[in-house]
């Protein structure tokens, strides 16, 4: 049987981004004999596998728009040349047979932006010819004849994309990130009173962890002005160039000392091991794997109905489901996270809800999502 040449196109491949690792997880799950695996893309970070091959389409760029558009062309021209079975894009890129809408839909995206910024930034965004470029390109790509089929790794983007482009139902794979749940696993007294210490967080206080750059996006503002009105720490993971700005907020609103900002973390284990839970009030963000990560480690969850993780939260059970911007509704969810010492059912809760997201599974059903689009149609 003559091997299945499936080429992955990512315009940017950095190993620790959340597309990045489904692709490597998809890659690593589909390496077998049948498969001939190939990566379309601008630049690669990282030490790709021997066996993959590595199609570099760096066209010159001159700005955003340039940048998508001449990287759209040439990983285009490349996939034509080149005739392979599957093209799999991780970019709105018209013309290949599957895309993952890892990004959600931009349209969504400045929707829901269009809540919290300024009306003159509203109307910039709304003439802005990137903006524009971006929603023609997704609109192109989703009304595409070649397009077969859509990877959505939440229902909530799936039903997005639904409505804005009339998408037929049939075209669609709702599959779900993968954990490790053995890397990721709760913490021991031991750990957590060691990552606590290390952070200066009282063994006995409740302590949430937030996960994410790009602060805005993904609420940081409400994030603190929730725990702020409550006596719980909150343990800050990620970088925004607007960082002294949230360390103001903090300071203002009289919570700095209970705040813990840590920056961009390798390894972020031990700090969701000094966590009772985690919080991301995210505007729009079609999956995070940080809300899978925090619960396979056994942290109720609070975000937000612009989040895909949402779906696997029931209000009370494993966390807590409110509006991005209801400050009284997060407020009342981060006072009833219970410190873990205190009470680990809504932990428990958590951990068992993500059990089941193994990259085994991942790897099943992509294989049988690759089979249905090999397949001739009648």
């Known amino acids: 049987m003559n ?31 049948q498969l001939d695996l190939n990566i379309i893309t601008r630049s690669w970070q990282g030490t790709p596998n021997p066996d ?57 995206w400045l929707e829901q932006r269009a809540r919290i910024i300024k009306p003159l930034q509203r109307l910039a965004t709304s003439l802005s010819p990137y903006h524009r470029y971006v929603m023609q390109a997704e609109e192109a790509m989703f009304r595409s004849a070649s397009l077969k089929k859509i990877i959505c790794n939440s229902e909530m983007v799936k039903q997005d994309i639904i409505r804005c482009f009339q998408v037929p139902e049939t075209k669609f794979a709702v599959i779900y990130n993968a954990i490790d749940s053995q890397r990721f696993q709760p913490a021991t007294e031991a750990s957590r009173h060691a990552a606590r210490q290390q952070l200066r967080i009282p063994d006995q206080a409740c302590a949430l962890i937030y996960v994410g750059s790009g602060f805005e996006r993904k609420g940081l503002r409400a994030a603190i002005t929730a725990v702020a009105r409550s006596d719980r720490y909150l343990i800050v993971v990620g970088q925004d160039k607007q960082l002294s700005r949230y360390q103001q907020l903090a300071n203002q ?7 813990r900002f840590v920056g961009v973390q390798q390894d972020v284990i031990p700090f969701y091991h000094a966590a009772d839970g985690l919080i991301l009030p995210t505007l729009y963000d079609p999956f995070p794997n940080v809300i899978l990560e925090a ?16 779906e696997f939260i029931t209000n009370g059970q494993q966390g807590f489901v409110c ?38 599974r991942l790897a099943a059903e992509l294989h049988s999502l690759y089979q249905q689009v090999l397949q001739p149609h009648d």
């Open 3 to 33: 091997k299945v040449r499936l080429a992955i196109v990512r315009q940017k491949y950095r190993p620790d981004g959340g597309a990045e690792r489904f692709i490597s997880r998809a890659l690593e799950a589909l390496e077998s004999d």
């Open 52 to 108: 993959w091959h590595l199609h570099i389409c760096n066209p010159k760029k001159w700005g955003r728009i340039s940048r998508e558009r001449g990287f759209a062309r040439a990983a285009r021209a490349c996939w034509q040349q080149e005739k392979f079975d599957i093209v799999q894009s991780h970019e709105r890129i018209e013309g290949c047979d599957i895309f993952r809408a890892g990004d959600g839909v931009h349209r969504v």
């Open 253 to 259: 609103l009289n919570c700095l000392n209970r705040i």
């Open 295 to 310: 619960m396979a480690c056994g942290l109720p969850v609070i975000t937000s109905f612009g989040c895909g993780g949402a």
């Open 323 to 360: 509006d991005a911007l209801d400050i009284r509704a997060l407020q009342h969810a981060v006072n009833a996270i219970p410190a873990k010492v205190v009470d680990s059912a809504m932990s428990e809760a958590a951990r068992a809800r993500i059990l089941p997201y193994t990259p085994q």
